[in-house]
């Protein structure tokens, strides 16, 4: 008896600290065993050959840091209490193939070379506890695996807000445990110069400072006059660039050029076309002050940095950035105009062709390749030259079909300043990326054929620091979204499963906490949503929790709070409040005003619809929904049409007297957000024949840029309201986004 509880103990102990898989990325095959293999003090690491310490000192480093404790290596073979590293031949176009075989005596580890290794330590990591323990129990499993792209990046602007050599270490820790390969080091930009030029010492000196940085969201409230510094000395790069070697990870490097260069022209305002003055930005967008392209010495300067750049990095590219050059300093500057005319240029546009193509020569001559922003392509792509494409996939697309080489960057998908939340009160930049859109993520267009989409390298997320000053928010805004990011880039697609990535969250996050990471917890939020009432009546709330036996309570439908069990009935202008408690503590609320009218909760159709990144809630349905935004950081609600126009069909049912039509809508510029040029509005009794009531391009400020655009007409019966809005267009020269579509988002019809 008493035996048979011993094993009884022992038994559930093994299979408490040997944890459910959960390794992300998602291998290509895992194939699990009974029982557990136990790392403790006395387990060795057997290698022999060069380029496996690399693995060995990441393993022991890491055990040391989580675990409190680490591991003798050997070259001797050894039975029991092992674990092996090795190489073996593995049939994978793309570097990194691994396999494991865990049993209960040893570990054993194989790569098709030194990464292949590497990854596989990566996925031995995964497969300890996440309960702090000196006795590592990790179950026994066969695992193959290997990279579906060669690209796997992960950018960060340190331009914006700078971050520190040991934190920029985290940041490739970060990458390598996601068995990411890429660190796209945005180094300059108009706000700071980060990099230590020693030709040009002003660069630092001058450029890698700011008088002070505006205070909130642009256009903001005010500024805070704190002097604002920070760059990395060539010997800190030389650091950083091995460290990310150890790791295989490749340090590319991104020195702006043409535009974005305010921080360069500060210090050597002899780059400019007017010869300054000029200043290190301190607030956010897009300058006029870009690098002269009819000035000899601009080219010389871009140049002689490079040159120092390529000595540094030893990666096959360099990013020479490319993206946001308007154009209005060229127009007016006689030596671009001297330019455009000796070279037979048909205007600014090839102009920005021109200098990337010159740049491009110069770096080939050296043996390097450029990459760039996916405006490159414009006035024609550079012969040798790699795309990233950011303003969605269509730059990604063209550039395939003229065989270049692309990664594929688009804010849609993988910008990870967006924001993760709905309701995010923190301050971030455009649209709304929550961890599933990541996830789902397709690097491959169905518009390429399977030879073109040969050309796609890969995948890369970028983070933009505007509103990200400190390591803290940077890990809420990159995690969990990296890790999503990790199975776009690494597994097989048909291992990428949306639901089986949601059962290895909770891990995951216990992942972050063990690395002392901050991470966003808005795959817990309350999620509330707006449904039409089928009785054609008003509208539902329906509120859900990803926590099991979490209690959600209501507020706003009496005297007191309600339990919640199915969606709230609403029929008239009110504020409801969700409050969802796990064991009596509050762990997220969600609050809804609803402003109800004759549109409310009826039927709906859209001709366009919305972009990905500007979904609303609930599609077209969320244009009458009864929820008005009130500021344009609340993602629930918008419905945005990039570039695009809008018609909506709404039927009311039956005839209804209107005499007004209201379109709730945003204007800010500075974020590419422009109202509707004009909205026209028609009405019909019959759903066939419209006629057109009233148009107006007149926009109405509430507050914070959000506003009103109102038809008012004469008292008509109607059953059907057709509202027609026109987007304004390319955004004109002299705007930040200029050439680019105006975003136009509108979050409410209402009518009266
Ligand atoms: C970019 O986001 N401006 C490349
Ligand atoms: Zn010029």
Same mark, same amino acid.
């Given at each position: 008896m008493r035996i048979f509880l011993l094993a009884i103990a022992l038994h559930s102990c093994s299979f408490l600290t040997a944890q459910q898989i959960a390794i992300i #990325?998602? #291998?290509a095959s895992v194939i699990v065993g009974k029982g557990s293999f136990t790392i403790n003090a006395s387990t060795q690491i057997k290698f022999e050959g060069s380029g496996l310490e690399n693995s060995a000192n990441f393993l022991n480093d890491y055990l040391k840091k989580i675990y409190g404790f680490n591991l003798a290596t050997t070259t001797k073979s050894a039975q029991k209490n092992v674990i092996v590293l090795n190489y073996e031949r593995m049939d994978n176009p793309i570097a990194g193939a691994y396999r494991i075989d865990v049993t209960g005596s040893s570990v054993y580890i194989a790569g098709d070379n030194a990464e292949g290794v590497f990854y596989g330590i990566q996925t031995l990591i995964q497969l300890l506890p996440v309960e702090l323990s000196k006795s590592l129990a990790i179950p026994q499993v066969k695992i193959e695996d290997h990279p579906r792209f060669a690209w796997r990046g992960l950018h960060l602007d340190v331009s914006r807000h700078f971050f520190d050599v040991d934190f920029i270490k985290k940041y490739i820790d970060f990458i390598a445990l996601h068995k990411l390969n890429y660190f796209h080091w945005h180094l300059t930009d108009d706000q700071g110069w980060r990099i230590e030029i020693k030709k040009y010492p002003k660069l630092t000196e001058t450029g890698s400072c700011r008088d002070g940085t505006i205070i909130g969201r642009y256009p903001g409230k005010g500024n805070d006059s704190i002097r604002y510094c920070g760059y990395y000395t060539q010997d800190q790069v030389r650091e950083v660039v091995k460290y990310a070697s150890d790791r295989y990870v490749t340090v590319i490097p991104e020195i702006e050029m043409p535009g974005h260069a305010s921080a360069a022209l500060t210090s050597y305002p002899y780059l400019g076309c007017t010869g300054g003055p000029y200043h290190v930005q301190q607030t956010w967008g897009v300058f006029s002050d870009v690098f002269c392209a009819g000035n000899d010495s601009t080219f010389q300067f871009l140049q002689d940095v490079i040159d120092e750049v390529i000595a540094l990095f030893p990666s096959k590219y360099i990013h020479v950035g490319g993206d946001e050059c308007p154009k209005t300093a060229w127009k007016k500057c006689p030596k671009c105009q001297k330019r455009i005319h000796d070279n037979n240029l048909k205007d600014e546009h090839e102009l920005q062709s021109y200098t990337i193509r010159r740049m491009e020569k110069y770096i080939n001559s050296k043996g390097r390749q450029i990459i760039g922003w996916d405006e490159i392509l414009e006035g024609g792509l550079a012969p040798n030259a790699a795309v990233m494409s950011w303003r969605g996939e269509k730059g990604g697309i063209a550039a395939a079909k003229e065989h270049h080489t692309v990664v594929m960057t688009p804010t849609t998908y993988v910008y990870l300043d967006y924001a993760q939340k709905r309701n995010e009160d923190s301050v971030v930049i455009g649209g709304f990326l929550p961890i599933e859109t990541v996830y789902n993520y397709e690097p491959l267009p169905k518009e390429l054929t399977p030879e073109e989409q040969k050309y796609i390298f890969g995948v890369q997320a970028n983070i933009w620091t505007e @509103?990200? $000053? !400190?390591p803290a928010k940077l890990e809420y805004m990159i995690f969990p979204r990296a890790s999503a990011l990790a199975e776009v880039a690494w597994s097989p697609k048909e291992q990428r499963n949306w639901s089986e990535f949601e059962k290895k969250l909770p891990v995951q996050f216990k992942r972050y906490e063990l690395w002392k990471t901050n991470y966003s917890k808005a795959y817990y939020d309350l999620k509330a949503s707006i449904l039409p009432d089928e009785n054609n009546s008003g509208l539902l709330w329906k509120l859900e929790t990803k926590f099991p036996n979490a209690q959600i309570k209501i507020d706003g439908l009496g005297n007191s709070s309600s339990l919640y069990n199915t969606p709230v009935h609403v029929t008239q202008n009110v504020s409801l409040t969700a409050n969802c408690y796990l064991q009596n503590q509050l762990v997220s609320s969600a609050t809804q005003n609803f402003y109800l009218n004759k549109a409310t909760g009826k039927k709906i159709t859209l001709t366009n619809p919305p972009a990905v990144e500007f979904p609303g809630n609930g599609g077209a349905f969320g244009l009458i929904n009864g929820a008005v935004s =009130? =500021? @344009? $950081? !609340?993602?629930s609600e918008w419905l945005g049409w990039p570039g695009g126009d809008m018609e909506a069909l709404i039927d009311l049912g039956k005839d209804e007297s209107l005499s007004k039509i209201n379109i709730h809508t945003l204007d800010q510029k500075r974020g590419r957000f422009y109202a509707p040029s004009y909205v026209e509005v028609f009405v019909s009794s019959n759903g066939t024949d419209f006629k057109s009531v009233g148009k107006t391009s007149s926009f109405v400020v509430d507050q914070d840029n959000i506003g009103d655009m109102t038809v008012t007409f004469a008292t008509t019966a109607a059953r059907y309201i057709k509202v027609f809005a026109k987007n304004a267009g390319t955004i004109p020269e002299g705007q930040p986004g200029a050439g680019n579509a105006a975003r136009m988002l509108i979050d409410e019809i209402q009518a009266e």
């Open positions: #990325p998602q #291998p @509103y990200t $000053g !400190n =009130k =500021k @344009y $950081g !609340n993602f």
